[in-house]
């Protein structure tokens, strides 16, 4: 028996279901108006900048180089491929623009002066902290902290990047290329020339002179042994993998991770947990051997594993040693020690692996550069017994040969200005400030013309540090800026280049700290390349026109750094 009649039911759910919609279409009538209105109010505060173009997404979290490829369109501001084309399209050297999500007063500057600003004030220009959670996924360290933190795991770590452990690096990178080459040697086919898959290569090289000279392990090139240290997944996999799928990693939650081992889950969800499970035991093998080593008294003579050595000192700090105070306030926490390792590994190899691969693709496009590379490094070793190895190199030898390379590092340098690994970085604006910015056309002769302002950048807003675009500023690099010439590195008595315009390793006091230890892997491994090699395009591009070639060969995409696509030359041997 119906206690309700049905005719009152529908009633009642009819005023449900009105009483919902009612609600629903209010409030996002109401979020649409309070949206419109905080875009206006960003758009109000980038008016007079020019620019002022609405962008959807955070220009530096994982959603803007995962849509690079596709959004925003070549031109706008934002898209990663079109350099300095929007900036050019303005006539200004920063730029406007409001960010969809949360409505944000976004400024984009690939001007130096605006740039230094930027630099040398990092307590106003803060670091993006969250943008970097793809290499915070241990815990907390140098790259994604603020404040005190940050300050810390700096001190800890600064002193085992002085010349004396560049010195180190250079000897490792001596040794380790040339077991390289002893690899390729092998290979050659017919006795001419052997095609390289660069990325997968100069992965393995700058893997293993990161791991040699700042953790200690020793792997040779074709010797894996200290490899597996009994975990299924060995060491330098591990690692590769685990960087392949960064991005992976954070867009997936961990739940579903846990479910990897019991479900049918698309391959890379299993790949990208495992590695991330493999690497972290063969980091912590490394953090104990270390500890072992340091609670044995081994440390103080040895300039082997040094940072290494000093996040696990910092680590060991006991309260009762009184010569141990100083260190006590620089303690570090487990988490932190493996987090930071990890950040140094990821830091330390794949950026400099990518700018080798950059500049390996561009010396077989361009046989010009490298013959001067060529004659540089015979001036230096003249005959083929000369060229050290890794055996024959001294540590003393770094400085002697670094600075008779100087094209060498022109070389690297312009690779790195059209090719920088970190092409842009967002930096959220804590108080009030005013940025210098310049205007310019080209007059009716074809000179730039440009006159310097000021833009009001208010606490709140995002300034995004334009690498990218900078290093292609006509205003610093002159009209052939998108060219690959790298005598523009090269100081003479009437001409200095731009410092102030090359920001590959960024500039003030949160500047790269691995500069020059990746200056000394690269120039070291890039002498011993061009003497004992001549580099080409690969096979399937012989023939294709010139600019076909530099398309292809330079293909890249923007993931935690710019990732070459397509990196792949002949190495044919050098007889003289
Ligand atoms: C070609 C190679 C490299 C390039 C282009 C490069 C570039 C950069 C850039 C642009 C930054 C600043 C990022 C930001 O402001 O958000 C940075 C930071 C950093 N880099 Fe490098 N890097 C390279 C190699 C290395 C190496 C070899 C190491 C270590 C062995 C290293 C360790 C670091 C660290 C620890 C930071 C963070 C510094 C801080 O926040 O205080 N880098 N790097």
């Known amino acids: 028996m119906d206690f309700i009649p049905n005719d009152a039911l529908t009633t009642g ?39 002022g173009e609405l962008v959807w997404f955070h220009p530096f979290r994982s959603s803007a180089p995962v849509l690079a490829p596709y959004f925003p369109p070549q031109g706008r501001i934002g898209n990663y491929y079109s350099h300095y084309q929007a900036y050019k399209k303005y006539g200004s050297t920063v730029l406007g623009s409001v960010k969809f999500w949360g409505a944000v007063p976004t400024f984009w500057v690939s001007d130096p002066e605006g740039l230094k600003t930027i630099s040398n004030n990092r307590t106003v220009f803060r670091r993006d902290v969250e943008g970097y959670e793809v290499v915070s996924v241990y815990g907390p360290n140098m790259v994604a902290t603020e404040g005190e933190a940050w300050k810390r795991y700096r001190t800890v770590a600064k002193p085992a990047f002085n010349e004396a452990n560049n010195a180190l690096v250079w000897h490792h990178a001596t040794r380790i290329v ?6 390729l040697n092998k290979q050659l086919r017919g006795g001419k020339s052997v095609q390289v898959d660069l990325l997968k290569d100069c992965t393995e090289l700058t893997l293993l002179i990161i791991s040699s000279a700042a953790f200690g392990k020793h792997n040779g090139w074709s010797d894996h042994s200290g490899d597996d240290s009994g975990h299924r997944l060995p060491f330098r996999p591990a690692v590769t993998t685990a960087v392949k799928n960064l991005v992976p990693k954070v867009l997936t939650p961990n739940w579903l991770f846990a479910l990897a081992e019991y479900l049918p889950l698309p391959k890379i969800i299993k790949e990208t947990a495992d590695s991330f499970v493999f690497l972290r035991l063969h980091m912590l093998d490394i953090i104990n051997s270390a500890r072992e080593w340091v609670a044995g008294g081994h440390e ?21 040693q009184e010569e141990t105070k100083e260190l006590l306030k620089r303690r570090l926490t487990d988490q932190e020690v493996l987090s930071n390792a990890f950040m140094f590994l990821l830091a330390g190899h794949e950026t400099s692996a990518h700018s080798l691969c950059f500049t390996l693709c561009l010396l077989a496009l361009y046989p010009e550069v490298q013959e001067k590379m060529y004659q540089e490094t015979k001036r230096l070793w003249p005959n083929l017994s000369d060229i050290p190895n890794g055996d024959t190199v001294g540590a003393s030898k770094f400085k002697d040969d670094m600075a008779n390379l100087e094209y060498v590092t022109a070389v690297f340098r312009e690779s790195l200005r059209i090719f920088p690994p970190v092409p842009r970085v967002a930096s959220p604006v804590k108080t009030d400030a005013k940025l210098t910015s310049r205007r310019f056309h080209e007059d009716s002769r074809g000179n730039m013309q440009s006159t310097t302002s000021e833009v009001n950048v208010p606490a709140g807003s995002l300034a995004v540090i334009d690498i990218i675009a900078l290093h292609m500023n006509p205003l610093c690099w002159g009209k052939d800026a998108e060219e690959f010439r790298p005598e523009r590195f090269v100081d003479t008595p009437t001409y200095t280049w731009p410092r102030d315009a090359f920001l590959a390793f960024s500039a003030g006091p949160r500047a790269c700290m691995g500069e020059r230890f990746a200056y000394a892997e690269s120039v070291c491994s890039l002498a011993h390349i061009a003497r004992r090699y001549k580099l080409s395009v690969p096979e399937h591009l012989v023939g294709k026109p010139f600019a076909e070639q530099k398309r292809i060969l330079l293909q890249w995409a923007p993931t935690l750094t710019l990732v070459p696509h397509n990196a792949s030359v002949c190495f044919s041997p050098r007889n003289d």
């Open 13 to 51: 759910w009819n005023t449900v279901y009105l009483f919902t919609g009612g609600v629903v279409i209010l409030w996002a009538l109401q979020s649409s108006v309070q949206k419109l209105v905080s875009l206006h109010r960003a758009f109000k505060i980038v008016e007079g900048v020019p620019g």
């Open 178 to 183: 040339n077991e390289w080459f002893e690899d």
């Open 300 to 320: 103080d003579n040895s300039l082997d594993a040094a940072l290494l050595q000093n996040l696990v000192k910092a680590n060991l700090a006991q309260l009762e």
